[in-house]
């Protein structure tokens, strides 16, 4: 069966699920989804659109916490205008449980400013025409356009609207391998103790190199640059500088917008670019053997990388993204090494290991972690280790 049917499949089992058993209570024979029906609605809706590119938009309508009776009243209104207002291919649910009302709006059309100024109004004036004045100014409302605006920029509010999945951890999945707690907690037990074992067997080789850099170009031992960590986060990336110094970031920029787009060429490097005139003697002889990596066991240490995950990307690379693609980033923790450095990393493309760490991300847990691990000593010395 392929991934697409499967998806679809999927889809359809998940949403006859929800609509049997998750309504949380009929409001004016109008029935309001549960947050958790809810919230993997919005997760499918992600995946569709992630491979349609057919926009849908978020509405969001919070009263502070629909407690009293009074305030129930306020909701049983508000969610018969929401209904009246929309199709029936779009869902209404909880966001939060009490307190943000979720609609969630699928194939909205041509995702321009006109179609987004029609729904607005449409939804606040439908609104406003059910309720007293006095009531219609407690609520607050959001409208937001998946993919659209994970466009504008990591770190702000769109991201976890549309994310709230993974972004809050009390809906974060739980069970087995290392997505529940316990295995969380394994994980990061796993990174603590790696990260300090390896430190000090390395310790003596990172002085020696740290001595070979220092004396064979001029520069800082260190070359530190932001990366981008777990939920888009930035963070201090260290590796044992590789480059001259005050070369110019233009030539690895384009080699990226390339890479993503799918336009190098068969015989060009893959990750890793070949011939870079900004990279020192000793510098390719500590990429090729991955050596420039050990500072990172302390971004590891720190809880900002894991031992393995998907290697973290710059700023720039990040914006060049499809929508399917930060899911990388948004999913799990950065790593060292990981299921793309093992398996055939010299001559993927970008896609098939955003695949793989994707894949990673679903099937991750302790002893799959381990295989990783144990696998790498032979990718770092055959040339195929982490970038």
Known sequence: MSTQKSDLLAWSQEAEYDTRTDITFDLEQESVISEAAF??????????????????MLVLVHCGEFSTKAERILLEDVVVALTGATRETDLLGWYETGSTLGLLMTEIGEPNTTT??????????AVEREIVAEEYRKLTFQFRLFPQDVQTGIGEDGQHVHYPDIFRPSMRRVGG?????????????????????????????????????KLTSKGPVLFC?????????????????TMYTGNDPRIHQEYVSRLISGDLGKSEGVFKMTNDPRITPIGRFLRKSSLDELPQFFNVLKGDMSLVGPRPPLMYEFE?????????VFEIKPGL???????????????????????????????????????????????????
């Open 39 to 56: 919230l993997r609605m919005l997760r499918l809706e992600r995946r569709r659109t992630e491979r349609s590119e057919r926009s849908f």
């Open 116 to 125: 987004v100024e029609k729904i607005t109004h449409k939804i606040r004036h």
């Open 177 to 213: 391998g290392t997505n529940g707690r316990f295995g969380r907690f394994l994980k990061r037990g796993m990174d603590l103790v790696g990260s300090l074992f390896a430190l000090m067997v390395f310790m003596p080789l990172c002085v020696t190199i740290a001595v070979i850099v």
């Open 225 to 241: 640059q932001k990366r981008m960590g777990q939920y888009g986060r930035e963070f201090n990336f260290y590796k044992f500088r």
């Open 320 to 328: 060049r993204y499809q929508t399917w693609h930060r899911r990388r």
């Open 337 to 387: 090494t990981g299921l793309w450095q093992v398996t055939g990393r010299s001559r993927t493309t970008f896609d098939e290991m955003v695949r793989m760490d994707l894949r990673y991300a679903v099937e991750r847990s302790f002893w799959f972690d381990v295989k990783i691990l144990l696998r790498t000593p032979a990718a770092m010395f055959s040339g195929r280790g982490a970038c």
